[in-house]
Structures are given as C-alpha cells and as structure tokens.
C-alpha cells in the first residue's frame, strides 16, 4: 500500500473538516478526487503530504506512520502540486525548477551533472524549457503553473499529489501535463493522486475515483464501477448522463441543466 | 501565444546575475578603498599612505613604517576614527544582510530589520536607561538596555504570533505593528516625563557614530560575523521558503525552526546594531531592494552582496555627515533623508518596469 488511512479526523478552528476517513491507496495508481467546494479534499492531500497532521487517526505510508519520516526521507518520497501560490521573488524559471532538486543536493553543493539532466528533462517535457530563463514573477498564472508543475516532477518522487495543478492552464497544456503525470504511472508504476474540478478530465487520466462531500468519502473505486449517475447525484446534487465515450476512450459525463 | 520575446542572445539581467565573485571582489575593493579614504578625512587630514603605514604598523607590532610621522597620527588613526569607521561599516553590513533575510522570511520585499518593533523595543530600553539614569554598569548601560528591550520584543512578536501553530509572515508582521506601537507610545511617555533629559534620549534615537570605541565594533564584528554564520547556513532553505511554506515544506524543509532560527538571529544582529548606534533606517530596506534586482534574488549571493553594499553605504553617509558636511547631522536623519526618496524613486519605477509585462 501507498497510503493507508484509518478513521483519519481533522479540525480547523473548531469546524470539522475530515471525520472518520478511511482508505487504502495503492501504489501504481492515478487517484482522483473529486466533491463539492468546501468538502475537505485539499486538507486530505494536506494531510497526506504532513502539511497538516490529523487530530485522531492513523496515516501509514509505505507500511510506516507517516509521522515516523524525517522532512527530507518524505521530499523524497512525495511531490506536491499547490493550488495557490504566490512567488513575490525574481528567481528564474530554472531556478524554481531546480529547487525541485533540493531534497538530493547536499548543504554548499552545486547541482550534480544528474540534477542538471533531470531538471533539463522536465523542462523539456513540461514545455517550460523556452522560458528557462525568464523571471518567475515575470510569467502569466498559467505559464508559473507549469514551472511549478515541472519543480515537482524533478523531484522525482514515487507519490504525486495534485491539487487542482491543470485549473490556469489552457486544454493544450492541461493534456500535456496530465498525460505526463499518467505516462508515470504506467510506465514506473508511480502513484498519482489529484484533486479535479472537471469530473470528465477526471475520468480521462484516473483509473480510481475518490468521492467526498461533506469531510467524509462518500463513494470510492474503480472509475467505471464508482462513476455513475446515482453517485453524482448524491455528491453533487445534479442530474447527470453518464455513457462511455469511444473518442476519448473513457466514461463521461453530460449534466441537465 | 503571447507578445513575449524568445530567449536569444545577451540577457544583460542575467549576465549580471551569474557575476557575483566580481559583485563581490568589487565591493571590496571598494569597501577597502573607502575605509583608508574615510580614515583620512576629517579634522586632521591624515595622507592614506600613512593611514595604511600606521595600520600596517599596528597590526605587524612593527614600529618602523611609522618612524618620524607626526605623533598625533597614529592617536587620531587607531583610537578615534578607525573604530568609528569599523563600527560604521558594520553596522550598515549587519542592517542590509538582516533586511535580505527579514525580507526573504515575511515573503515581503518591504520588510526590513525594524519589522518585528526591534527599533522600537531597543529605543525603549534605551529611554529607560536614560531616564532612569541607569549607570551601573558604566557606559556600556544605554546599549545594554537597547538591547534587552529588543530581545524582549522580539520574544513578545513570537509569542503573539505563534498561537495558531504556525508563524504565518501575516501574523508576524501585524503582531511586529501592535507591539511597536504600543513601544512607541511607552518611548512618548518616557519623554514627556523625561524633563531636561529629553534631548540625550532624541539624539540616540536618531542614531550616531560618534564617540565608538573598539568594544562597539568588536561587539557588531561579533553579532554580524555569527549572523552571517547561521544566515548562510540557511540560505538555500531560505530561497525555498519564498515559494511559499506549503511548497518548502513539500521539499523537505522545516520551515518553522528555519523561520524561527531566521528571524531571531536577524533581529539579534539587528538589536546589536542598534544598541551600539541607535536607530539608523532605509539601510536594510534600501539596499536588499536593490542588490536583488542587480544580484538576483538567490540569497546565497544576495546576503554577502548585500552585507558588503550596506556597509560601503553607511560608511559613505557617515564619513559624509562627520567630515564632509560642515556640521554634523545625526546619522540617522541622514540615511532617512536620503534614502527616503531614493526608495520613493526605486520603488515607482520598479512599478513601472512590472506594468510593462
């Protein structure tokens, strides 16, 4: 198991968030979240990555607490994509993303020829490479997106976690990016899981459907198993057509208005 | 795609960027040249070459370069300009490397070593002092009372900021607001009752290099040579930190002991700085503000750039204010007055330079 959860409860300011969340996550998977605003998905990947720790419960990951990992073992295990963020400093596109390195880099040491490599890679990959020199302060959201983007995926980790990581970016380079995140699944059998405000991108690119409402899961598995109209009315209130779409490949979803 | 022009050929910001042993060679130089020069100036005016002969001759023990110069020089030299001077240069080093790293850790390029009330709890301290007279332990008790007042500030803004877990720079910088402001209405107070000796306590607060002697600079040598130890030793956690703390802490780092280790060596190097000098502004403001914009913002180059560019700065204004002007105005006033509008100048046309994008 990647992760494992067992009746995981969270506060914030006195308001329950998470309660009595519970489950397995394997690795070799793309995970996607989905469920209404406010229904605690970006504190669960806060609690997965120990942004935030849990007021009860028990998080395991790769067989140990998670809490038993020191700072810089975890950086190496698990790489994370914010929602919101604000860079107030000129550092360069290179720069940022080669802070994706720093994990592996030891204290007063320059970037080894392979943290080069790496970083030239992603860049490359996530068509960033054209603004490598270019300030991050100086970029569009969607352009600082995908360098924040191509930071965590040169830190190379087993476990990527997305938090809305495609919402700035415009569909080109949201197909570009998720197919990269889904290549890494398949091919090296890492684990991704994100949250998607688009049910139907979700059903694209996740083998695994996660849904919450209200602090709690209401729904999980296998997307084509989980996905269906009696869900989505549940979580999201709407009525919905749910079919399998042959261009696309996957199940989607058409909503009465 | 955008209007954005391609990457080709010379980027003049980022050649400069990757030039910083010569940035800092430069300085130096600079910095070198200047304590000679200024040593010179003054009332008496002393040839550099026999500035650099005395000091030769004082730290060899050799007695001969100075052989048959006027006996004055080397009093004039040694015991009341060069540790002024020392003391100058440091000062303006330690306020402009701990303005790069308050800046850095509030993710506010307008912080600045006073943000957390520092100036204000070590100008209470030394009111206090004043007031009351406080002599025990002789001359060396204003300082001493600056910086206790410092301290506790700063323990106060850590404490007051700290109650939801984390030390979120909103929480920092708001908290280092109230406390000054509750301080400086204690530093009226003060004043009010002060009578006669309100004057003493204006003029130390408006800051002066006047009158040091070498335990202020050996102190500020002290405090900066540490500050500099731990800045640089977290300067890369502090490069991370501007990502913000959610992605710093993806990467590994502890933002919180980082965060905290940070802002309290910064404002203990800044609590010294201003017990030995008073409160002396813009300096860690001004200079962090430009040095990023020629250095870059990667605080591994930043903080020595900075530290050298702030102490060939202060030292500029003060050998300006103490042999240049024909009197001499408070060091303080001098770097508000200059600086001001200098930053006035730097900050719109920064704005503009952004607009254009």
Not at chain 1, 69 to 75: C, D, I, M, W
Not at chain 1, 80 to 92: A, C
């Amino acid at each position: 198991m990647a992760f494992e959860l067992e009746s995981v409860d969270f506060a914030f300011a006195g308001k329950r968030v998470l309660e009595g969340v519970s489950i397995a996550l394997s690795p070799g998977r793309f995970y996607g979240i989905v469920g209404p605003n406010g229904c605690g998905k970006t504190t669960l990947l806060d609690l997965l990555c120990r942004f935030r720790q849990p007021q009860s419960g028990r998080i395991r990951y790769g067989g140990n607490y998670l809490s038993a990992y020191s700072k810089r073992q975890l950086a190496r295990e698990i790489a994370l994509v914010p929602q919101n963020f604000y860079i107030n400093f000129p550092f360069t596109v290179r720069d940022v993303v080669m802070m994706g390195r720093y994990p592996y880099i030891p204290r007063f040491s320059g970037p080894s020829s392979r943290d080069v490599e790496t970083v030239a890679t992603v860049m490359e990959r996530a068509d960033v490479d054209r603004l490598a020199g270019r300030f991050i302060t100086e970029l569009s959201g969607g352009e600082r997106q995908r360098v924040v983007f191509a930071r965590a995926l040169a830190q190379d980790t087993p476990v990527l976690i997305l938090d809305e990581a495609t919402s700035n970016l415009d569909i080109s380079h949201a197909i570009r990016l998720l197919g990269l995140a889904a290549r890494r699944v398949q091919t090296e059998s890492q684990t991704v899981l994100g949250v998607f405000q688009d049910i139907n991108q979700a059903a694209v690119y996740c083998d695994y459907l996660i849904f919450m409402c209200r602090g709690r899961i209401a729904a999980h598995g296998a997307t084509r198993e989980v996905l269906t109209p009696a869900t989505l009315r549940s979580v999201f209130n709407v009525e919905a057509k749910v079919y399998f779409d042959d261009y696309c490949g996957a199940l989607q979803v058409v909503y009465k208005n | 795609m955008h209007a954005h022009q391609p990457e080709t050929g010379f980027n003049l910001k980022n050649a400069l960027r990757e030039a910083t042993a010569a940035q800092l060679a430069l300085l130096a130089v600079l910095l070198c040249g200047l304590l000679v020069v200024s040593t010179g100036m003054g009332f008496i005016p002393v040839p550099a070459a026999a500035v650099v002969k005395i000091i030769l001759s004082k730290l060899t023990g050799n007695p001969d370069p100075i052989a048959g110069m006027n006996e004055i020089l080397p009093v004039v030299v040694m015991d009341v300009r060069l540790p002024r001077i020392l003391t100058a240069a440091m000062v303006g080093g330690g306020l402009a490397m701990c303005g790069v790293v308050f800046q850095g850790i509030l993710l506010n390029p307008l912080a600045d070593p006073y943000t957390l009330g520092v100036s204000a709890g070590a100008a209470f301290g030394a009111a206090l002092a004043i007031l009351l007279n406080i002599a025990a332990l002789g001359v060396q008790s204003v300082p001493l009372f600056a910086f206790i007042g410092a301290a506790l500030t700063l323990g106060a803004v850590i404490y007051l900021s700290s109650a939801s877990g984390g030390l979120s720079s909103n929480n920092l910088i708001l908290s280092g607001i109230i406390v000054a402001a509750i301080l400086s209405a204690g530093i009226s107070f003060l004043k009010y009752v002060a009578d006669e000796q309100v004057a003493v306590i204006i003029f130390w607060l408006m800051g002066s290099f006047a009158s040091k002697t070498w335990t202020d600079a050996g102190l500020a040598l002290a405090a900066i040579g540490g500050g500099l130890a731990v800045f640089l030793f977290y300067a890369r956690e502090l490069n991370l930190m501007s990502l913000g703390p959610q992605m710093a802490a993806s990467l590994g780092v502890d933002t919180r002991r980082v965060t905290l280790v940070l802002l309290s060596a910064a404002s203990l190097v800044a609590a010294v700085c201003v017990s030995v000098s008073g409160i002396i502004g813009f300096v860690g403001l001004l200079v962090p503000h430009i040095m990023r914009a020629l250095t870059g913002p990667d605080n591994r180059r930043l903080i020595p750039v900075s530290l050298l560019s702030g102490a060939v700065l202060l030292l500029a204004a003060d050998t300006l204010t103490r042999a240049v002007l024909p009197t001499e105005i408070p060091i303080g006033v001098l770097t508000a007055l200059i600086g001001g509008p200098f930053f006035c100048y730097v900050f719109r046309r920064q704005q503009a330079a952004r607009k254009a994008w």
